[in-house]
């Protein structure tokens, strides 16, 4: 599918969708519980879909019944230990890095079948851990991995610095395991509020973690207690977009069920569009940004790497120079990100340059518009559409369907703002 956007000033009032993070968590934990557990979503999307269908396949009952998410995890008790399944993880990182340790302590027979760059997303340091604990592990770096044996418990050492999704793996998986286990962490951590939003999803449901340190302290012989009822939070990564549209379209957009406590990293937009010199007003479940003259900046993404996107399209509506640092870890995503942001910019008319871990933008508050690839990327066509606010001329996206993988409904929002959308099939 492509779509062409025309240049438009946007605003209004929009709804935030759930949160993809929130969601792939609540689902686990309510999957390796032995009750009934009811997760309030009013969508979904590819993402979620499959980890909810790996779910199903692995180790619980799962139904959507309109927008609420049915898990019923006793199905685990029933399960054949020999029967071998195949878990289809689709483009899903936080679905494969989630739950391939999880399938180890379970002591599964399965498969998991990746699509697009996943098999070249980085899995190395939790290969490491998980065969050291007797996991025998083959087909790595292909579309189909497969796991044989039994996790044991112990002492399991994994760097920070390469994806917090590890640690979040081996935090659902180890209370399973009959002996306590500890997860070290080695260098900087980064994207750490993703392991808080982990650590506050299993505490949830009844799972000790302690923390010391660059420690966790994990007892075994846990089980997961389902609350019974749990709702999904809004998605602050997907809602940032539109935040940074009304800066971009000059127009005042109130974004609708955001909550400012949330431990979600990336409610970092917030301030960061401040520091471009918008002017932003929180309330009980309302985000609103006010249009101001926009500054380029100096920004540091190593917890926040998802907003990069909606940050370059602002910068290249600022005046000014602004650097994006710390962001290495966006060249291995659904594309290389830091490559596709600079790519797509410069098409459109902006001026980006790559360093080897971030950006340099030269916002002029305008672009010519054209013709430009989503390379693949969810995030990639989100920015592309939003930037179109300042562009001279329309702005068309080739491959767009790319935005399913975390937001199916992305273009139906942008016309709910005032955006003349047009599909070319």
């Not at 797509?344 to 916002?363: F, M, P, Q, R, Y």
Request: one cysteine or more.
């Amino acid at each position: 599918m492509n779509t062409v956007v025309i240049p438009s000033k946007l605003g209004g009032i929009i709804n935030s969708i759930p949160s993809k993070s929130h969601v792939h968590r609540l689902l686990i934990c309510a999957a390796l519980s032995s009750g009934k557990t009811d997760i309030t979503c009013s969508s979904s999307s590819e993402d979620i879909d499959a980890t909810a269908d790996c779910l199903d396949c692995l180790c619980a009952d799962i139904k959507r019944e309109e927008s609420v998410f049915v898990v019923d995890g006793a199905k685990k008790q029933t399960s054949a230990p020999s029967e071998k399944k195949t878990l289809n993880c689709g483009e899903s990182g936080s679905t494969y890095r989630f739950l391939f340790p999880i399938a180890c302590a379970l002591g599964s027979d399965c498969s998991f079948a990746l699509r697009g760059r996943l098999p070249e997303r980085p899995m190395e340091p939790l290969f490491t851990v998980l065969e050291q604990k007797g996991i025998c592990i083959s087909g790595k770096g292909t579309a189909e991995v497969s796991i044989k044996g039994k996790l044991q418990s112990g002492v399991f050492t994994i760097p920070g610095d390469i994806s917090s999704q590890f640690i979040s793996g081996l935090i659902f998986a180890l209370p399973l395991l009959e002996g306590d286990s500890i997860i070290e962490i080695t260098g900087k951590t980064e994207s750490r509020k993703y392991i808080d939003i982990t650590l506050d999803a299993v505490r949830s449901f009844g799972i000790i973690i302690n923390e010391e340190k660059n420690y966790f302290r994990i007892p075994g012989g846990q089980k997961y207690i389902s609350p019974g009822r749990l709702a999904s939070e809004g998605d602050w990564s997907n809602s940032a977009f539109w935040l940074c549209l009304s800066v971009l379209s000059g127009k005042q957009i109130s974004c609708n069920g955001l909550s400012i406590d949330s431990l979600q990293g990336d409610k970092e937009i917030c301030r960061i569009l401040e520091d471009f010199g918008a002017e932003v007003q929180t309330s009980e479940g309302s985000v609103t940004v006010i249009p101001k003259s926009l500054k380029g900046i100096t920004v540091d993404v190593s917890q926040v790497p998802d907003l990069v996107p909606a940050i370059a399209a602002v910068a290249a509506g600022a005046q000014g120079r602004t650097r994006i640092e710390n962001a290495g870890r966006l060249r291995l995503k659904e594309s290389d990100r830091l490559k596709a942001v600079s790519g797509v910019l410069n098409e459109l008319g902006a001026s980006a340059a790559e360093t080897e871990d971030g950006l340099i933008i030269e916002g002029t508050g305008k672009i010519k518009g054209g013709t430009v690839d989503s390379w693949g990327d969810h995030r990639i066509a989100m920015m592309a559409s939003i930037i179109s606010a300042i562009s001279d001329s329309p702005v068309k996206i080739m491959n767009s369907q790319a935005v399913n993988k975390s937001y199916p409904g992305f273009f139906r929002d942008l016309r709910s703002l005032g955006a003349e959308v047009l599909f070319d099939d």
